[in-house]
């Protein structure tokens, strides 16, 4: 990554100055938001962490918001050049879970009290796909009269399809720009994976209703500290409720990983860049929900509770089968596959109170920005 030196570039900067406006809220120019993404000395780092915990406390909390991550199908129509479950990829076992199974999956969520769910799947556009994502929807929300929340990942789709899940239960949609830069967008996907159509998609989710997440994957080739300081300042300028990004991890058997197959070798370095982006984007975006993602966890196994201290306040425990984890690898190394969702949620309870935070149990946790934008269009 394309990292010029702080000192050259940033002679004027001053980061106590700096954190101090940005914790008392002034908005950040893209110069300061690149200065802060560029920090390395550990002092420094620790000082933006502390500057973004102190926004989240005032403006969010300390209580951790889950939602239990069902990977409903590794099936895909799409060929990201980064993705492990790409659909040029032979070497995966495909699957997808059967109705019985996502329900067991989403009881188990109600019973650890989880509050919420995320859907999950690679991106699949059939009738039948539909219908079954229409039907799951429904049956999940015939547990506790209702009280699971649902959030969906499942890519790009149709304005009638967005409406239709929405009306049978989703509320929240995660649906990652996966980089704001339509240049660097582009050396990622393939030419019939388009830019233009993933930003309409955005659009179509506010419009059917849905709080809608984005995000980006943090320290992919080609990537410089402007295309991260232009990704903050794009989630901003979208109004999302909430953010879901993570370190790029590579796979071996993408495109990208083989082209690029050292990047990501100084995970520490990921994983520090990745906890940078979150707390700029807690200082620039601050009442929104900002997850802790698995990926952290898997360049550091304390990572996502790094993630939490840098500004995160939601985490994603995995509840679907263990017997599919194995199925469903993004990157390599991807932590938790053979652990079942009863030890996930001890260990998480654990980790999170070893930083004096609580979790928010029987919460859907919608973020306080969803609360002011309902609020001001009421109004
Ligand atoms: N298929 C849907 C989509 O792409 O929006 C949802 C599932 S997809 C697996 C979820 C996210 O995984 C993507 O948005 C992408 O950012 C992330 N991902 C894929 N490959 C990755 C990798 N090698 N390292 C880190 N994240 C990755
Ligand atoms: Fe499919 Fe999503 Fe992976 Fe792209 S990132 S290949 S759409 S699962």
């Known amino acids: 990554m394309d990292q010029p030196m702080r000192k050259e570039r940033f002679p004027d900067m001053n980061l106590k100055d700096t954190l101090a406006r940005a914790v008392a809220g002034e908005p950040l120019a893209h110069e300061t938001l690149a200065f802060l993404l560029s920090l390395e000395d550990p ?80 991106e699949r556009t059939d009738a039948r796909w539909i219908d079954f994502m229409t039907d799951a929807l429904r049956n999940i929300k015939t547990i506790g009269n209702g009280k699971l929340g649902i959030t969906l990942s499942l890519g790009e789709q149709t304005a009638e399809t967005y409406r239709r899940w929405f009306e049978a239960g989703a509320h929240r949609y995660l649906l990652r720009i996966e980089s704001s830069d339509p240049e660097l967008y582009a050396k990622l996907h393939p030419a019939d994976h388009r830019y233009a159509v993933r930003l309409q998609s955005l659009r179509l989710l506010r419009e059917a209703g849905y ?32 953010i879901g990004m993570g370190p790029y991890i590579v796979h071996h058997r993408t495109p990208l990983g083989q082209q690029f197959p050292e990047i ?4 520490a370095r990921q994983l520090e860049l990745g906890l940078k982006m ?20 898997a ?58 935070e609580s979790v928010a149990y029987d919460e859907w946790g919608d973020s306080p920005h969803f609360a002011a934008r309902k609020k001001n269009a009421e109004a």
């Open 43 to 122: 002092r420094d780092l620790q000082a933006l962490y502390r500057a973004a915990y102190q926004v989240k406390l005032q403006l969010v909390g300390n209580r951790v918001r889950l939602r239990g991550i069902i990977e409903v199908s590794d099936i895909c129509r799409k060929n990201c050049y980064y993705c492990g479950i790409r659909r040029g990829n032979s070497n995966v076992d495909r699957f997808e879970m059967s109705m019985d199974e996502i329900m067991a999956a989403a009881r188990h969520a109600a019973e650890f009290h989880y509050g919420s769910l995320v859907l999950q799947a690679g």
């Open 211 to 242: 709080q809608v997440g984005t995000g980006v994957m943090v320290g992919l080739p080609y990537q410089t500290v402007d295309n991260l300081a232009g990704d903050v300042e794009f989630f901003k300028s979208l109004d999302v409720d909430m």
């Open 264 to 267: 990501g070798s100084d995970t």
């Open 278 to 297: 979150i707390a700029v984007t807690r200082l620039h975006l601050r009442n929104v929900n900002i997850a802790s993602t698995t990926a952290l966890q």
């Open 299 to 356: 360049l550091a196994p304390d990572g996502r509770e790094r993630g939490l201290l840098a500004g995160a306040n939601v985490i994603m425990p995995n509840i679907g089968d263990v017997a599919y984890r194995k199925g469903y690898q993004l990157y390599e190394n991807k932590p938790g596959l053979d652990e079942n969702a009863e030890t996930q949620r001890r260990n998480l309870e654990r980790a999170i109170g070893s930083i004096g």
